[in-house]
């Protein structure tokens, strides 16, 4: 059962709301450890002094930064803590802000926020308010010495807070090379139609449980067979892509022909199609939201 990685509260205005943090992912993959290949012994690693070779006792090690090549300031534990955050039990809401305003790169880690049982009434208005209104609440919580920026959204009922990345840890795309000429180039309408139709003809709704780890999946099933003393056979790998250019509309074209017979093989396909067109929950919110303010306004009139 997963188990809360931090209590508190979270806190805008007067009114604090108790709640608990859990791990909303659990990454899976398959890890291997390095060893002897003449006799299958794990592999040490030792700290050693780069210039005299000894090994370093653990006590004697420091943290160092380098401002140039092989020049560190060396920076003491006492003087880190000194400047961390102190431990707080709050998470502080700063501002609300319109879902769309944030881009996705911008998020980290995602939790859970779990009500007390005390607080689970103004938990639910606070996500109810927040879903109705599509916004998103910009806090700050202090998490293992470390204060975040994080994003509190709310999702089917529950909130949800992520952690965030600050400005200047994301990539300006204008210093990506190979985007500053695309706003040259131009698309003619009918590359833009079919290119529409392919991707119509791929639509549908998101079922994350469609996709798997097929690499994992393939190691793990190696390891399972070589355990068993089953003998093994390394495949040949596929070719590299060509670089050739080719048509795109003739392309686009076969693609999307691809895409229909493939279609018609699989029934579900339009089911899912229909999955996609539903409006999102949050839109739905907002309706019910709408009727209940319509309803208690009609009933103050007749009152």
């Known amino acids: 059962m997963p188990r809360a990685i931090w209590s508190g509260a979270i806190s805008f205005g007067l009114v604090s709301i108790p709640v608990k943090l859990y791990t909303a992912k659990s990454p899976k993959s398959v890890r291997f450890n390095q060893l002897d290949g003449r006799d299958n012994q794990r592999i040490k690693q030792k700290r050693v002094n780069a210039h005299t070779g000894e090994e370093v006792p653990y006590d004697e090690i420091v943290k160092g930064y380098e401002i140039m090549k092989d020049t560190y300031v060396v920076i003491t534990d006492d003087e880190l803590d000194s400047l961390s955050p102190k431990a707080s039990r709050s998470i502080d809401i700063v501002e ?7 881009d996705p790169v911008f998020y980290q880690a995602s939790y859970y926020l779990v009500p007390d049982e005390l607080a689970r009434k103004s938990y639910a208005l606070l996500t ?18 470390k204060e975040y920026l994080a994003a509190i959204r709310p999702s089917e009922g529950r909130l949800m807070l992520n952690t965030m990345m600050y400005s200047d840890e994301v990539v300006d795309p204008a210093e ?11 698309v003619s309408e009918a590359e833009q139609a079919m290119a529409k139709t392919l991707i119509e ?4 709704g998101f079922n994350p449980d ?14 399972e067979r070589k355990s068993k003393g089953e003998l093994t056979t390394v495949a040949e790998s596929a070719p590299a892509a060509s670089d050739t ?42 309706k019910a939201a709408a009727k209940k303010k319509a309803a208690a306004k009609k009933t103050a009139k007749s009152a």
Do not use: C, W
């Not at 109810?128 to 010495?145: H, K, Y």
């Open 245 to 286: 250019v080719i048509d795109l509309m003739a392309a686009l074209e076969a693609s999307v022909a691809a895409a229909k017979e493939a279609r018609a093989g699989h029934p579900t396909g339009d089911a899912s199609k229909k999955a996609a067109k539903k409006k999102p929950a949050k839109k739905a919110t907002k």
């Open 210 to 223: 469609k996709y798997e780890d097929t690499f994992r999946n393939e190691v793990l099933d190696l390891i």
């Open 96 to 102: 609300f802000v319109e879902e769309d305003e944030i």
């Open 176 to 186: 990506i090379p190979g985007f500053e000429e695309l706003d040259e180039i131009e």
């Open 201 to 204: 003809s791929l639509a549908g």
């Open 128 to 145: 109810e308010a927040m879903a109705s209104d599509g916004r998103v609440a910009l806090a700050r919580v202090v998490m293992r010495t």
